[in-house]
Structure formats: structure tokens, C-alpha cells
């Protein structure tokens, strides 16, 4: 008969493999998300642009009017699938990230997203762009990145302030909002999918996760990585 600690016992190492293979599957899938926005970029986007010159091409040579105006739709047609393309590579594997860092990569990210979704933006980021391990850079990415669309879908905020600081210590962020907040003891708003998979990011690089809300007083997200 198993006693009270053999089920401790039992219980936290299941904990342990749950939490192994949920790092392993997030990491897996940022691996493919970048090779896919490899793809996309090298491969679509060649095919695209060879599209495009062979249209700049037939365009240089067609005198009828009816068929220039139709071949002008066409070219724009092929320039939203250029951009698409882009937002869908930048949304995989943002490139700011990988080639000006972190804070960079972030002040572009909020920027754009908050201002289409109309929400006024309080960044607090270093000049510099110091380099950061490339899984600590991708992890607090994607936290903001998650934290920024609940901001966005659900809180019904009208701005949101974002702070990055990398001390001596560790590399802590700071998201928040003045939106309507949740109940924070409500255990299936605190521990849904998006909320638990940056929990998860966070423990696995060995750092702190920590969220402040009630209703009516927006929410506060603090994370801090160990440098």
C-alpha cells in the first residue's frame, strides 16, 4: 500500500516529466515556426517577386488599355500577397528580433499592434540592444506578444504600458493595462492556455511569473529571468 509521501513522491515527478515535455514541445514549435518563416520568406517570396518582374515585363509591352487596367489589378493583387506574406514571416519569426534585438523587436511589435487596435503605448526600453541569450529574447517575446493580444481581445483597456530591464541579476518585464481586469482566484481565467504557457516559458528558464488584476483595475504582468 502506497503511503501519503510514495503519492507525493509520485505525483511530483509526473510534475517534472508534464513540465520537461511542455518545454520540449514549445521549443520544438518556435523551430518550426522559424523554419517555416524561412521557407516562406526564400521560397513565396521568390516566387513572388518573379511574378512581379514578369509583370513589370508583360506590362512594358501591352498598349490596350482594357488589358493595362487588368493587368494593374493584378499587380495589386500580387502586392498583397507580398505583404501577407511579410506579416505572416514577421508573425512566425519576427526578423527584428533575430538581427536588433529585443527591445527593438518589441517597441515595433506593440507599436503596431496596439495602434491598430487603437490603444495608447507607455514604452520603458533600454537604448542599447543588448544581447540576450536567444531563448530568454524569444521567451519574453512571445510573453508580450501573448500578454498584448489578451490586452487587446479581452480587457477593453485604452492603453497599455510596457517596461524592459535588463539588471544585473536578471532581464525583468513589466506589462499592464488599465483595463477591466479579472478575478484573479478564478482558476479558469488564471490558468487558461495562453496564461499557462508563459507561466511555463518563464519556469523553464528558471525565472519568476507573477500577475496582478481585479475587476475594474486592470491587469499587472511581471516576469523576471535570471541573466
Partial sequence: MPTVKDLESLVEA???ELSALSTHLQELAEEEKSELARNLH??????LTAAKMDLSWVQSRVTDPDLQERLAQLGSVLDEAMDLKRRVVEDLRPSLLDH???PTA??????SACGKAGLRTALTLPEDDT????????ALFRIVQEGVTNIIRHAGARSV???????????RITLSDDGSGFDITDSGLSSSHG???MRQRVRALGGQFDMESSPGSGTILRVGIPR
Avoid: C, H, N
Fill in 14 to 16: 509526473r510534475t517534472r
Fill in 42 to 47: 526564400d521560397e513565396l517570396g521568390g516566387l
Fill in 100 to 102: 536588433f534585438g529585443l
Fill in 106 to 111: 518589441l517597441r515595433a511589435y506593440v507599436d
Fill in 131 to 138: 544581447p540576450m541569450p536567444k531563448d530568454t529574447a524569444i
Fill in 161 to 171: 504600458t510596457l517596461r524592459l530591464a535588463a539588471e544585473s541579476d536578471a532581464y
Fill in 195 to 197: 496564461i499557462t504557457g
